[in-house]
């Protein structure tokens, strides 16, 4: 079992930066890939990022490559979302997912937190 928690939203104006983190509890969160993902209001869940147990690996969803940056502290549970140049359409809630599989794919994560809202501002 693995408990994640959201931090780190909030309100921000085109442009700026806000730095989501994501705590995990469990002895086991470096065996488990970790992935962010976003909701806005009335449109499906989307993929933003993920990152291999080890952290070697890393992905992008395109929009966001060069924009975000996903980090992970396997000493301290914890992978965090850099977010920089945001745009008023990166407003969404943002959920931190751990899985046994490094994926985009969000049928295969299998831990959820409770997600963070951000709001980004025109």
């Known amino acids: 079992q693995v408990q994640l928690v959201e931090s780190g939203g909030g309100l921000v104006q085109a442009g700026g930066s806000l730095r989501l983190s994501c705590a995990a509890s469990?002895?086991?969160?470096?065996?488990?890939?970790m992935g962010w993902f976003r909701q806005a209001p009335g449109k499906e869940r989307e993929f933003v990022a993920a990152?291999?147990?080890?952290?070697?690996?890393?992905v992008y969803a395109p929009s966001m490559k060069g924009r975000f940056t996903i980090s992970r502290d396997n000493a301290k549970n914890t992978v965090s979302l850099q977010m920089n140049s945001l745009k008023p359409e990166d407003t969404a809630v943002y959920s931190c997912?751990?899985?046994?599989?490094?994926?985009?794919?969000?049928?295969?994560?299998?831990?959820w937190g409770q997600g963070t809202q951000v709001t980004v501002s025109s």
């Open positions: 997912a751990a899985s046994i599989s490094f994926s985009t794919d969000d049928d295969r994560y299998d831990y």
């Open positions: 990152i291999s147990p080890s952290g070697a690996r890393t």
């Open positions: 469990g002895r086991t969160f470096s065996s488990y890939a």
